[in-house]
């Protein structure tokens, strides 16, 4: 399984960006999908994922939202209201199932990762 994440860059405070996620070597309809994110000198976090439910971490609930197509097995992360603390290495990453987690462990691919930094 390969995954190849684009998308992100240098936005303002308040801005928007959408990430993209292209996923090759397994079929998204019968996988969870997740995006996490690393910042400088901390342990990579969960911010959304999608399966049979789909979950958020508390930062980006109500300013990003995880969407899939299927058909093009791709996986999109579409974020606004960006702030400065958003700034991090986001990644893509897929689990043999269909059970949404919050576990970096319990996902088996991932991908190379995007920067997106927010300017204050």
């Known amino acids: 399984v390969q995954l190849q994440a684009s998308g992100g860059g240098l936005v303002p405070t308040g801005g928007s960006l959408r990430l993209s996620c292209v996923v090759s070597g397994r079929s998204l309809s019968r996988s969870a999908v997740a995006w996490f994110r690393q910042a400088p000198g901390k342990e990579r976090e969960f911010v959304a994922a999608?399966?049979?439910?789909?979950v958020y971490a508390d930062s980006a609930n109500g300013r990003f939202t995880i969407s899939r197509d299927n058909a093009k097995n791709m996986v999109y992360l579409h974020m606004s209201s960006l702030k400065p603390e958003d700034t991090a290495v986001y990644y893509c990453t897929i689990r043999d199932s269909q059970v949404v987690v919050r576990l970096s462990s319990m996902y088996a691919a991932w991908g190379q990762g995007t920067q997106v930094t927010v300017s204050s």
């Open positions: 999608s399966g049979l439910s789909t």
